[in-house]
Each structure stands twice: as structure tokens, then as C-alpha cells.
């Protein structure tokens, strides 16, 4: 079975590591006002699916959303 890679997120230029996406959502506000543009690119894999998954993070009313998706 192969080894899924970890979710990564993008805040600007600097990339940040974490060991679930669990992990990475209970974050995504502080990550989201660290970032300098307000918005955050994360990529990760899907359970039982090929390829990366991304998407955008940004705020919308207080609460973080998801604005864009897809496969990479």
C-alpha cells in the first residue's frame, strides 16, 4: 500500500507541514490571519483516490471557507 503524503499549507511564500488534515483544519483561522493576502492554498491526498486534491481557504463572515477546489 503506498504511503500518503501529509497536507502542506501555503501562507505567501512560506509552506507549513502537518500530520493530518484533521490537524490542519482545527488551525486554518490562525493560519488564515497569518497568511499576508488572507488566503491559504492547501494541498493533500484523498483516501482511496490518486493524485494531489488542493484547495483555497479565506474568510467569509467570520468562519473559513473553502473558495476553490480540484484535483492538481
Do not use: H
Not at 501555503?10 to 497569518?34: H, V
Not at 492554498?41 to 481557504?57: A, D, I, L, Q
Amino acid at each position: 500500500m503506498a504511503r500518503m503524503s501529509r497536507p502542506y499549507a501555503k501562507l505567501g511564500e512560506r509552506w507549513r507541514q502537518f500530520p493530518t488534515y484533521t490537524r490542519l483544519k482545527s488551525e486554518i483561522k490562525k493560519l488564515i490571519d497569518e497568511s499576508p493576502n488572507g488566503e491559504v492554498f492547501v494541498t493533500r491526498s484523498r483516501r482511496g483516490e490518486w493524485g494531489e486534491w488542493f484547495e483555497y481557504w479565506s474568510m467569509s463572515n467570520g468562519q473559513p471557507v473553502i473558495t476553490k477546489q480540484g484535483w492538481i
